[in-house]
């Protein structure tokens, strides 16, 4: 029988009614532990979910069962993480369609591991300056929203590629949930409905949309009511029988072809035939004897989370303490210098990253050379490279089996349903991709990051990407899996959780909790979730020169931490998990 846990966050981390903690302006917090868990609201002791055998973590309970029962009936991990995928796109649409693309890091029992980009590429007619009026200004709305947003989505063939060459079970067995999810429907939750109302109006001007997502009298579906979604699921049958084939060389990608054209979009039959996976070797980095594998370019992510890393190896940042004014100097330091470098990456099939050089152990020391301790950096004094002078809607999950695969998969439309359009009768609701890319050098996209020349549109390549899904590994054994959804704020939602495993001894749910500090370069102000600083870091922090604004709570780390609740705590299960409760509907299964 399963373990889950899947408890609500409390009207979106409860307000945190933190009252101050004893003077923490310089000082170490006496007890992190207590201080994770008060802030989030959660309660005080809520212990990580443990998994005798194997773990799932993902932010929707019925994808996450899935995922349990395919690994308790024979699959692996990667069995486990196909069917969760395609789950999700049934019981997640908001961000887990197969209309939109992403990244997994995959580790094998011999500790083998590997980079899948199966991100969307720019369609043939794709042309740099799409997005711009004949003033060279950037169109609102032009890269977000309809069919000329939408990119070549790539989940369909990620899904197929590490499918077989990693499965146990057929495709049958690993497709059937999300068939029967599909073809009988679930009843909404009011996560779920939540989720749908942010999208009324789209769903309301597209006619395949509105048949699935609406009521027939156009009022929105509520809590209570059953969604079912009849082409979808005839399209996930087509994809069990046929393969990836069905949707890129079939009937599906005719469809979608056709909605495109009649909508206004560019994609065309051979963006579809010419679509093709990578498989890469992950970015690698260490701290503190954990061996972290992420995701290399076109993911931005991987590179700054290694940056932050080798820049905050050489503080004591336990003695410092958990969200203490210096720490968190230390901490946001070392985020605007990683999000300052990351702005001139792209596609490596396009451009020549710089990425040994950002992630380089010595290029760190040089920064940490330049790094004032009790002031704020001018963000404009930075240029990348040089040491001194993307949405939330995405969605993440993490699976580990009893033979030690592990597998971390971040996947997206990008916004919350993509471009707000459903390809004709498939039933796939579309991704709005091309913001990712940079409409025009100098001005930023939707999540503000600041776009470059390496990252302009181009016919067939994949936008840059703040994804980062990530696997640590001690002594050659899997420890950690983790991600999380935040688009620009990605990695240092990742930074956050495995650093406070790491520095701050929290177990894995209390640092999946830990409210969230985030800084990308531009704009130059750090984002805090409510409860994340005292009173007195704060005041601390402001007279250093920080700008801080407080912003609702933000990603979806949905985590795992091999063989114990925290690191140096053995337990009794293999494996814990921590599900990430600031969106209702997530849960941890262990098995």
Same mark, same amino acid.
């Given at each position: ?78 069995? *486990? ?35 899948? !980009? /199966? ?60 068939? *029967?999810?599909?073809? !009988? ?17 789209? /769903?309301? +001007? ?22 079912? %979604? ?47 996976? +990578?498989?890469? *070797? ?43 004014? &210096? ?89 919350? /349903? ?28 939707? /999540?503000?990051?600041?776009?470059? &020349?390496?990252?302009?549109? &181009? ?17 050659? %054994? ?91 705590? @053995? ?8 599900? !990430? ?5 997530? @849960?941890?299964?262990?098995?």
């Amino acid at each position: 029988m399963p373990f889950s846990r899947n408890l609500r966050y409390g009207a979106i981390l409860l307000a945190c009614l933190v009252t101050g903690m004893p003077d923490a302006g310089q000082a170490a917090v006496a007890d992190p532990l207590a201080f994770a868990t008060t802030r989030t609201g959660q309660a005080v002791g809520l212990a990580p979910v443990p998994g005798r055998h194997a773990m799932v973590v993902s932010a929707q309970d019925l994808a996450s069962h899935v995922g349990a029962d395919i690994l308790a009936h024979g699959g692996n991990a990667v069995d *486990a993480a196909v069917a969760v995928g395609y789950a999700m796109a049934v019981v997640y649409p908001a961000a887990g369609n197969i209309g939109g693309g992403g990244f997994m890091t995959l580790r094998t029992p011999d500790g083998h591991v590997t980079f899948v !980009d /199966f991100r969307e590429h720019a369609p043939g007619a794709a042309t740099p300056t799409m997005y711009q009026d004949a003033s060279g200004h950037v169109i609102a709305g032009a890269s977000t929203a309809g069919w000329r947003a939408v990119a070549v989505p790539g989940t369909v063939a990620g899904m197929e590629d590490v499918h077989d060459r990693w499965g146990k079970l057929s495709r049958a067995d690993v497709m059937a949930p999300a068939i *029967a999810l599909a073809r !009988d429907g679930f009843i909404l939750k009011q996560s779920d409905v939540e989720l749908l109302h942010t999208m009324t109006a789209a /769903f309301a +001007r597209d006619p395949y949309a509105r048949a699935i997502f609406l009521h027939p009298d156009g009022t929105p579906l509520e809590a209570g009511d059953r969604l079912v %979604q009849a082409d979808l699921a005839r399209t996930l049958e087509r994809i069990a029988r046929d393969g990836a084939r069905a949707f890129y060389d079939g009937p599906i990608a005719r469809e979608i072809v056709r909605s495109s054209q009649k909508g206004g979009g560019i994609l065309s039959r051979k963006d579809f035939t010419s679509y093709h996976t +990578r498989m890469m *070797a992950p970015l690698s980095c260490d701290y503190r004897g954990y061996h972290i594998d992420t995701a290399p370019p076109p993911s931005g992510g991987g590179v700054a989370l290694c940056e932050m890393l080798n820049i905050l190896s050489g503080y004591d940042m336990h003695a410092l303490g958990l969200h203490t004014a &210096a720490s968190v100097q230390r901490e946001v330091e070392a985020m605007r210098h990683a999000y300052a470098d990351r702005q001139n990456l792209g596609d490596p099939a396009f451009v020549t990253n710089p990425v040994s050089h950002l992630t380089d152990p010595a290029y760190a020391r040089q920064v940490r050379q330049y790094l004032p301790l009790n002031h704020a950096v001018s963000s404009a004094s930075l240029h990348p490279g040089e040491a001194g002078g993307e949405k939330e809607e995405t969605t993440h999950y993490s699976i580990a089996d009893q033979d030690g695969t592990a597998v971390a998969v971040t996947y997206t439309l990008n916004g919350w /349903f993509g471009a707000g359009v459903v390809a004709g009768k498939t039933g796939i609701v579309m991704n709005d991709e091309m913001d990712d890319f940079s409409s025009r050098p100098g001005e930023p996209n939707m /999540f503000g990051i600041v776009g470059s &020349a390496a990252n302009a549109i &181009a016919p067939g390549k994949t936008p840059l990407s703040s994804m980062a899904p990530t696997i640590v590994s001690r002594n050659g %054994q899997p420890v950690m899996v983790l991600g999380s959804p935040g688009g620009s704020r990605i990695p240092t939602i990742i930074l956050s959780v495995l650093t406070g495993m790491v520095d701050y001894g929290l177990d894995v749910q209390q640092a999946v909790d830990l409210p969230r500090i985030h800084e990308q370069w531009q704009p130059d102000v750090v984002q805090v979730e409510h409860g994340a600083l005292s009173p007195a870091v704060t005041h601390t922090l402001t007279r250093e020169g920080y700008h801080i604004e407080e912003h609702a709570p933000w990603g979806l780390a949905e985590s795992i931490l091999s063989g114990g609740p925290r690191i140096g705590k @053995v337990g009794q299960a293999r494996y814990y998990g921590g599900a !990430d409760m600031r969106h209702q509907s997530g @849960v941890a299964v262990g098995e």
